[in-house]
């Protein structure tokens, strides 16, 4: 007998990955295009643009002036590979802060009372009913000399003169933290509030500590949720532009920064594009990396 074909299941298989070619691969496919073009001083801003009313021979001539110029260039600039590597630092120890301060606040979410939790959930996303740009900009008023982070500790006498904080790396790792720590605090939470409460009092039945069944107990189960909400702060910290440039000032080189230089302060859409075809594979290569590994390990352990 043959098997009816289900509809319903193939239009839930076809609408997401509908989306991923619509608003992923096609703009990424065009971008990677740029990225192997030539600079010009023309609109586009590059060369060379497919003309599809030479037919066969266009294309011909289209594909074999394309070239990895661009990339090549990026190795031979090494502001490039700074840009990377501070962003690649910033973002490392801006998602470290960001777990050390969003743990505690998820898990104090968790263990909450069930008619607080509510509220309390309503506090850690009511950042986002303000634009982002206006927070970040706020934080110029709260940490500049005159600022009130400097004038408060000044009135307390914790201080003699005032703090040099904006326009430095300690500004940016502020502004991420605050910006992203939603970000860690809601999937975390997701995780430590299913979490089975009775291995806990188990732990404590055969005699362990509060603490150690922590470590032992709560924090590997609550795993998951630390990847995920790491992950969510990690990629976006990576590319960030407004807040270096607004809280880091000039001396704060990260790949956002430099990506946004190119395309509209020089004009040089090639080498921005390879900047961003380079950001975007080395973010998602070591996570397809990461979650094969996992796959695995819970293959293993099934």
Do not use: H
């Not at 496919?29 to 740029?34: E, G, S, T, Y």
């Not at 000039?250 to 961003?276: C, H, Q, Y």
């Amino acid at each position: 007998m043959q098997r009816q074909f289900d509809w319903g299941r193939f239009l839930l298989i076809a609408i997401p990955f509908l989306w991923l070619l619509i608003f992923f691969l096609l703009p990424f496919a065009i971008v990677v295009k740029i990225s192997l073009s030539d600079t010009a001083n023309a609109l586009p801003p590059y060369v060379p643009t497919l003309n599809l009313s030479e037919g066969l021979s266009g294309i011909t001539s289209f594909f074999s002036q394309l070239d990895f110029e661009s990339f090549a260039w990026l190795l031979d600039d090494k502001i490039y590979f700074l840009s990377y590597l501070n962003s690649l630092k910033i973002a490392f120890i801006s998602t470290l802060l960001t777990l050390l301060i969003g743990y505690p606040m998820a898990y104090g979410l968790a263990k909450s009372p069930q008619r607080w939790r509510t509220i309390l959930l309503m506090l850690v996303i009511l950042p986002f009913w303000t634009s982002f740009l206006i927070r970040v900009y706020a934080w110029i008023g709260i940490l500049k000399p005159e600022g009130l982070l400097n004038m408060g500790l000044m009135g307390l006498g914790l201080i003699d003169n005032p703090l040099a904080i904006i326009n430095t790396p300690t500004a940016v790792y502020i502004g991420i933290v605050y910006s992203y720590l939603p970000f860690l605090v809601l999937p975390l939470y997701a995780t430590l509030e299913k979490l089975d409460q009775t291995l806990i009092e188990a732990a404590l039945d055969l005699g362990c500590s509060p603490i150690k069944a922590f470590w032992q107990v709560t924090f590997p189960l609550s795993l998951p949720g630390v990847v995920a909400g790491c992950f969510l702060v990690f990629i976006p910290a990576m590319g960030e532009f407004v807040i270096p440039d607004l809280l880091g000032g000039s001396d704060t080189i990260m790949i956002g920064k430099t990506l946004w230089s190119e395309f509209f302060g020089n004009r040089d859409w090639p080498i921005a594009s390879a900047v961003a075809v380079v950001l975007l594979l080395s973010l998602v290569i070591p996570i397809v990396i990461f979650q094969r590994i996992q796959e695995r390990q819970r293959e293993d352990n099934a």
